[in-house]
């Protein structure tokens, strides 16, 4: 997950972020994956970068 976070903390993530969050309070978008357990899979970090950055939440 190191090397997630790093990716995540460039600049051009940070604005993807951001405009996510953005888009989360106009329309419903959903991300996912293939991995079974959350807790040891990159959408528990993106689901807290996106809550971080104001996202609103279902």
Known sequence: MRKYRAEMATPEARHDLA??????????????CYCEDE???HRSLLRQLLIDNGAQLA
């Open 39 to 41: 807790s040891h899979c």
């Open 19 to 32: 405009l996510l969050a953005a888009m989360s309070h106009h329309t419903n978008f959903s991300v996912g």
